[in-house]
Structure formats: structure tokens, C-alpha cells
């Protein structure tokens, strides 16, 4: 897109104002930026691996990650507040699960671009 604008056109006031239109709103932009803000933490990153093995509860994530229940539960309910977990109650159980793919997805590009 960038080629086209720049390439097509050289009024200068055209091609900032065109690239303007194609910025996303101001609201969409700072839900992303506090979206990011989440991955800013080393034990929520793990905690969003091992949730991308399988689904499990604080115990198993508290154990794996060696730490206090209370420090998972409440980095749990951070990642959930920002719908990137979810809960599946089994009786007295709670399990955790990411909430969808798009999340691996930006974990593994994450992982790729720091592994280049």
C-alpha cells in the first residue's frame, strides 16, 4: 500500500493525508497498547505457554512455574480480565485454557522474532 501511495502521487499534503486515513482510531490504538502491556510479564508469557499445552488449573500452573497459588490466581485473573483465558468449572475444579488461537499466535510470533 505504502508503494502505491508514494508511487502514484507527489503532492506531499496528499500523501500525508492519505497514510492519515489509513491509521486505525485512537481507541482502537490504545486497546492495543494495553492488550501488549500484558505480554510485558515474564509469568503471565509462561503462564500462556503452558496453557498452550493444554488446559489446567492454578495448582498445576503454580507448581510448573514454582510459585504461590495467590501469585498465579492473581496473574489468572489479569489474563482473563483481558479475555486472553478462559474458565471451565468442573464441580469444585476450575481449569484454564487460552481463549483462542490468535493468542499462540502472537506468543509464537513473539518467539520468532526474538529467536532471529
Known amino acids: 500500500m505504502k508503494d502505491e501511495?508514494?508511487?502514484?502521487?507527489?503532492?506531499?499534503?496528499?500523501?500525508?493525508?492519505?497514510?492519515?486515513?489509513?491509521l486505525i482510531?485512537?481507541?482502537?490504538?490504545?486497546d492495543l497498547s494495553e492488550f501488549f502491556k500484558i505480554f510485558g510479564d515474564k509469568t503471565r508469557i509462561k503462564i500462556l505457554q503452558l496453557l498452550s499445552?493444554?488446559?489446567t488449573c492454578v495448582h498445576e500452573i503454580a507448581a510448573c512455574l514454582k510459585m504461590q497459588q495467590s501469585a498465579v490466581?492473581?496473574?489468572l485473573?489479569?489474563?482473563?480480565q483481558y479475555k486472553l483465558v478462559k474458565v471451565r468449572k468442573?464441580?469444585?475444579h476450575v481449569f484454564y485454557s487460552l481463549n483462542d488461537n490468535h493468542i499462540m499466535q502472537i506468543f509464537n510470533n513473539g518467539v520468532d522474532h526474538i529467536n532471529e
Open 5 to 22: 501511495i508514494c508511487t502514484n502521487e507527489t503532492n506531499p499534503e496528499v500523501i500525508i493525508e492519505k497514510l492519515a486515513s489509513l
Open 25 to 30: 482510531s485512537d481507541n482502537i490504538a490504545y
Open 53 to 55: 499445552i493444554q488446559e
Open 73 to 75: 490466581s492473581h496473574q
Open 77 to 80: 485473573k489479569i489474563l482473563k
Open 90 to 92: 468442573e464441580g469444585k
